[in-house]
């Protein structure tokens, strides 16, 4: 059974920062491409970042420059450093394999907030 559990999220003001984790079983995690996603009030989910199993990082304009994206293959965790928060980057911040073809792997998300 695939799981994966995030955390890490929380309350912070504009220009602070969050380091958010997520834990992976049930998977190779090595060979699968990992992606942090989110999903604002009234809003659809969108891709954050995304790695691939070499190491090769995306991200979405809106965070370019201020998120990072990393992955340890032997603790199975993929990780989203973000700092310059503002808030517009309050949402559900979500993890799953990049692209995200897989439903039933999404988890619970944990949610950030940045309050101005």
């Known amino acids: 059974q695939v799981q994966l559990v995030e955390s890490g999220g929380g309350l912070v003001q504009a220009g602070g920062s969050l380091r958010l984790s997520c834990a992976a079983s049930?998977?190779?995690?090595?060979?699968?491409?990992m992606g942090w996603y989110r999903q604002a009030p009234g809003k659809q989910r969108e891709l954050v970042a995304g790695?691939?199993?070499?190491?090769?990082?995306n991200y979405a304009n809106s965070v370019k420059g201020r998120f990072t994206i990393s992955r340890d293959n032997a603790k199975k965790t993929v990780y989203l450093q973000m700092n310059s928060l503002k808030p517009e980057d309050t949402a559900v911040y979500y993890c799953?394999?990049?692209?995200?073809?897989?439903?039933?792997?999404w988890g619970q998300g944990t949610q950030v907030t940045v309050s101005s």
């Open positions: 799953n394999l990049y692209p995200a073809w897989v439903d039933a792997y």
């Open positions: 049930g998977i190779i995690f090595s060979i699968n491409a």
């Open positions: 790695i691939s199993s070499g190491g090769t990082t």
